[in-house]
Antibody, heavy 113, light 109 residues
């Protein structure tokens, strides 16, 4: 079964850090560009970051540039998002997506004191 | 800052046809923006429907189609079913970013 499973979400204080993981199975992970997308409560989708299949190309949304770092380990079929200097407005469900075709169920990140 | 604009809400009758559009603040949307369309129902993850303007995934119902219309990307639903009630998002590719539209809430009534 083709699947993406996110983990690592939780409650963190403003200024804190969190590392999200996304485990892939059922497809050739190393052949896919990957993305992180988030959705704040009651709001629309927001693209966060992109990483190419071989990690040679990386993009970030302006809202997270300099604070978030995307990475992947093709040997472990895993995608990561290191989130530093978290702000209230980073509160959202974070989804990983394989070329926007395959989506995980998301992991909730809450930034609050 | 690039903005992608969709109709906030649309209403369609069962069996009817509706077209959702997706505009870019940078100008006319072309195939070079690789328009994608997604469906999202409450409490669920988004589901991909259309990629690269008009290509359907294996799971996309035949009643969904993508196109370019008047300088915008468009998603047309023909023969709308009650289960099509959902939020729909377009996505456009830019040089070093991807941008989602604000979404269209489609009501089937």
């Amino acid at each position: 079964e083709v699947q993406l499973v996110e983990s690592g979400g939780g409650l963190v204080q403003p200024g804190g850090s969190l590392r999200l993981s996304c485990a892939a199975s059922g497809f050739t992970f190393s052949g896919y560009n990957m993305n992180w997308v988030r959705q704040s409560p009651g709001k629309g989708l927001e693209w966060v970051s992109f990483i190419s299949d071989s990690s040679t190309t990386i993009y970030y949304a302006d809202s997270v540039k300099g604070r978030f770092t995307i990475s992947r380990d093709n040997a472990k079929n895993s995608l990561y998002l290191q989130m530093n200097s978290l702000r209230d407005e980073d509160t959202a469900v974070y989804y990983c997506g394989a070329a926007f075709d395959i989506w995980g169920q998301g992991t909730m990140v809450t930034v609050s004191s | 800052q690039t903005v992608v604009t969709q109709e906030p809400s649309l209403t369609v009758s069962p069996g009817g046809t509706v077209t959702l559009t997706c505009a870019s603040s940078t100008g006319a949307v072309t195939s070079g923006y690789y328009p994608n369309w997604f469906q999202q129902k409450p409490g669920q993850a988004p589901r991909a429907l259309i990629y690269d303007t008009n290509n359907k995934h294996s799971w996309t119902p035949a009643r969904f189609s993508g196109s370019l219309l008047g300088g915008k990307a468009a998603l047309t639903l023909s023969g709308v079913q009650p289960e099509d009630e959902a939020d729909y998002y377009c996505l456009l590719y830019y040089a070093d970013a991807r941008v989602f539209g604000g979404g269209t809430k489609l009501t089937v009534l």
